[in-house]
Each structure stands twice: as C-alpha cells, then as structure tokens.
C-alpha cells in the first residue's frame, strides 16, 4: 500500500557529465504509523556526498545486484556477506546478497548503493517498513536507527523515528529484564551443559543485564577438572573463547536442586538451602528468560542432585509465578532429549509464557563439537563442547542486533539449524505457551550487545549447518571412547578410561533388560514390549497421574538401583505401566522378581537417592 510518493528535482554533483536527473523515492508503509516523510526540496549529488560521508560510521548497507550491474569489481550475481569495499566515492560498508527482494519486509538494513560508475540503486528495508526504488543516478539513504540526518540535505521528522525504532523500548520501559541459567549434570562428560550455561551469561552480561538479575546455576566441576587441558577455562565452540570468566557462582555443587530452583523462580528466599542467596524478586512489569541445558527424558529433565525435576512440577511452578503477578511474560528454553513431553499437553496459554524445546516429545537433543565428528574441538578435548540447539539460538544471539530480531525469527533459524538437513543427527526445535510472544523483539528477555548494532537478522543470514552431532545419551561413552584411545598403553589414564567405559556399558545393560523384563511380566512377552513403547497421540501429556509416575520410579530404583540420565529414556515405559493401571504393590512385586539385586555401582539408587 503506498501511502506517499515523492519526485524531487536533482541538480549534478559527482557526476559532471549529467547536467540534471531526477531521483524517485517511494515510500512503502505496511503500518500506516507516519504519513509524509519528505519536503520538496533540490537535492544535490555534492551534499548527498557529504551525508554518506558523515554518517558512514553508523550504516550497515545491503545491495541487492542484478541488471548486469557491477560493485567494485564483483559481478552482478555474486553473494558476499559483510563485504567492505573500498573507500571509493559513492562505495560503501554493504552486505550483497542476490537473493533478496524487495517484498522482504523482515529485514531490517540497506540504503544507498552505487552499482556502476554512472548508477546507483536504493534499497531499504526496516520491519514493516520497505523504501526502495527502481535504479537510480543518485540517491540518498536513511540511517537505520531514525536519526534525524543534516538539515541542509533531508531530514526525518520524529514520528518517522518513532516508526522505524517502534519495535524497540528503551531499557527503562521494559521493566526490569531476569535471566535464570541452568546446568542439570555434572562431571567432565558433560562438560558441554555448563559450557553452554557459561556462553548464556556471557550473551546476558554483553546485552546489559545486570549480575544481581541473573541467577545461575551450575555444578562447577568443569574449568578445574583435571581433565580440562585448559585449566580455569571453559569454551564452547572450537575457537575457543572463554565463556567461564566472570560467571557468578550462585548455586553449585549440591545446591544445584529442584527445590532451589523452584525457590529461586518464585523469588521464595525462605525456602532457599545454601547458595547466593539470589532470587527472581520480579514486578509486574518484568521479563524472565529461562534457559535450562542437561539430559532428559519423557516428562523429566535431569539434575546433579536427586531428585530429578518432573515436567508437572514444572508447570505447577510456572502456574504458581503467574499467579503472584510479578511477571509480564516469561520465555523457556529448553535443551534436553524429549523436551517437548516438559510442555506437551501441560502448559496451558494465557500464562504470558512463551517455551521453545530443542526436540519434540519423542527424540533425542544431539550434542555438537564432538571429538571425531565435524565440526571438531581442539584435539586436546575429548568431550563435546556444546549442544546443538543451544549453540543454535546463542550463536544466532552473539551476531545480532537483538533490538530488532524477534523470538519468532530466532526460532525458524534455530529449527532449520538443529533439524541439521533432515539428517539423522538431529531434532525438531518445538514451540509451546502463548506463541503470540514470539513477535516479540529478543532484546525485551536477553538485551542486546550495542557492538552489533549494524548487524539486524535477516532471513537469508543462515549459520552454517552441522555435519555431524552426537545423540545426548551417548555423548559420555563418546568421551570415555576417546580418553581410552588417546591414553597410552599400560598408562594408569587408559586403565580408568576402560574401567569408566565398562561401567556405563554394564549399567545401561542392566537397565534396558531390567526395564524389558518388567513389561513382559506384566503384560505378557508378546504385548509387554507394545504397551511400554505406546506413544500418545500429539497434545497430550505423557501421562494422567504424575503422582503414580513418580511413586512407580521410586519402586523400580528401590528393587533395580538409579535410571540415572541415561535410564530417563525409560520415563515412558514407566508412564504407561501407569496408564495401564498397574498398582504399586504389582510393580514393586515384579520389580523384585526382575532385579534380584542392585548393582554395586556408582549408580546405585542407595548413592544417589531416588530420581523422584
């Protein structure tokens, strides 16, 4: 809809040979919020010189080439990314992409361009708004942030400010921004949840929340493990910059639990055991960013501390926090394997919770940065260093203008990435809550780092794909493989490495067959393995009554020792002997028929406590 077209008159500056050509500037307006923008005025070639000059610093140009046009040497078709050319008259800093278009109203840079000697193009783009032309002589550009540009030349009047920043509040406007960051393991092999942690608050502390608004939890075993090659240091991507300086050490070791968790979000300080001491001690007028990284499984997601957290804890809790009004919305994101099952059919909308999943109610989250699989660590690292949709939404967030990039964009990139091609090493990223939310601009939650300031989202500026990801649940035996591999013969490190890899092996042995058994005592050897495979049908829950979820884990871990993370593939199976209607007494009688003893392990239920 074009709600004003100008035609100014324009004399000749730069281009001697011209005596005089005319400039056409349409303006499209998705969103009628301004009418006109310019005055009639004589524009000249000299000062529209003078302008790009003045305000190069700040611009962040996009080229759309064709029409057998060149840019600096480069070939109307050509694709180059953040390209500088050189400081010629009329060149400038651009971003040249051949397949975008001038409908394309979701980006958010362009402006003036010269294509050949005697030729320049407009194209523009910001939001709802697209201002281009057809190609010109000479033009003008527009800085993308609505500053008011030299009087002598044009200038915008403020209610085109308004409109160009209209998705962006200031800081004082948006209440008060909370992060919570969560690691649910600990030990070396899965070094890449808290890396992944580590990476997040980085993102926060350089998008301008403050330390005593973001709450992090993590085991902290990982920089000064003594098999970490770079002591002190945790990185998540194999550039290797460190993402553990300056973390603040909120609750570690056993603090990190369910209950402290809960705590902390419901801002209940009494209710605290150890730590900080921080809590989500938010106003009606707040946004909370939650990001959670471990192993999961259907309707559980993993802890370092027993219990485990239950997907319909979780959602009591968030319910419980809607209530107190002390929220204006809340965004979830979620790694883990089955993540989807935590909100499935459990989180209702009008919560003003908006929760999106690195894999939907029945698969795996893969883990990225793997040794042997590419892209590759350091050689010196034999864990992975990242998961895959978590790397997905945070290398999306370090490059961008998060002012302008909305939830919703960063979802569709974060899908495309972490399904990785429709290969088999990866998942399908899944959106729950009040999907509304997602227009909303990332900067509200996380902030934004004013270093990219010229750096807006734009559909074609895709991350690289992986190659190769590694499922969750056998990144630890990846990394004990390694470590067994690299260690010398006879060496003391290969001995453990063998002994490590045996015991993951031995115990996910027994509880595959302890679970297989349990369902063909109970249903019958031909049905027993149907009814624990039994998926529900797409929204949901995994299961009607969570209390009988937890109290039959209990007993399995009673007679049959710890699922521990791998065991939480198994939730499902559990699930269904509930919704089977199986009794306590009947589970706990064939669980002892199954399991005569309990494995003398680390992964005894008497070392760990129940999962539930």
Known sequence: MVLSSHKLACKSGLLEQWSSYCVTITWYLWKARCTSVFS?????????????????????????????????????????????????????????????????????????IRTGNQSAHLLATHKDVTLWTMPLWVSTMFHQLGRELADDVLKLPSQVSQF???????????????????????????????????HAYQIMKKGGLKDENIIVFMYDDIAFNEENPRQGVIINNPRGEDVYAGVPKDYTGNQVTVSNFFAVLLGNKTALTGGSGKVVDSGPDDHIFVYYTDHGGPGVLGMPNNPYLMADDLIDTLKKKHASGTYKSLVFYLEACESGSIFEGLLPEGLNIYATTAANAEESSWGTYCPGEYPFPPPEYETCLGDLYSIAWMEDSDIHNLRTETLKQQYHLVKDRTINQNTAYGSHVMQYGDTDLSKEQLFLYIGSNPANENFSFIEENKLPSFSRAVNQRDADLLHFWHKFKKAPEGSPRKVEAQ??????????????????????????????????????????????????LKTMVRTFETHCGSLSQYGMKHMRSIANICNAGISKEQMAEVSAQACTRIPPSSWSSTHQGFSA
């Open 40 to 112: 009639n005025k004589i524009v000249t070639a000299d000062s529209i010189a003078e302008l790009v000059d003045k305000h190069m610093d700040r611009m962040q140009l996009k080229v759309r080439t064709g029409h057998n046009s060149q840019i600096a040497g480069l070939p109307g078709s050509s694709l180059t990314q953040h390209k500088w050319l050189p400081p010629q008259p009329g060149i400038m800093k651009i971003n040249v992409d051949s397949s975008f278009t001038s409908t394309d109203v979701n980006s958010t840079i362009g402006y003036l």
């Open 164 to 198: 160009i920043h209209a998705g962006d509040k200031d800081d004082d406007s948006v209440g008060t921004r909370w992060a919570v960051l969560i690691a649910g393991s600990n030990g070396y092999s899965n070094y890449r949840h808290q890396a992944d942690v580590c």
């Open 499 to 548: 002994k490590q890899l045996v015991e993951v092996m031995t115990h996910r042995l027994h509880i595959d067959q302890s679970v297989e058994l349990i369902g063909k005592l109970l249903f019958g050897i031909e049905k027993g393995p149907e009814v624990l495979k039994v998926v529900r049908p797409a929204g949901q829950p995994l299961v009607d009554n969570w209390d009988c």
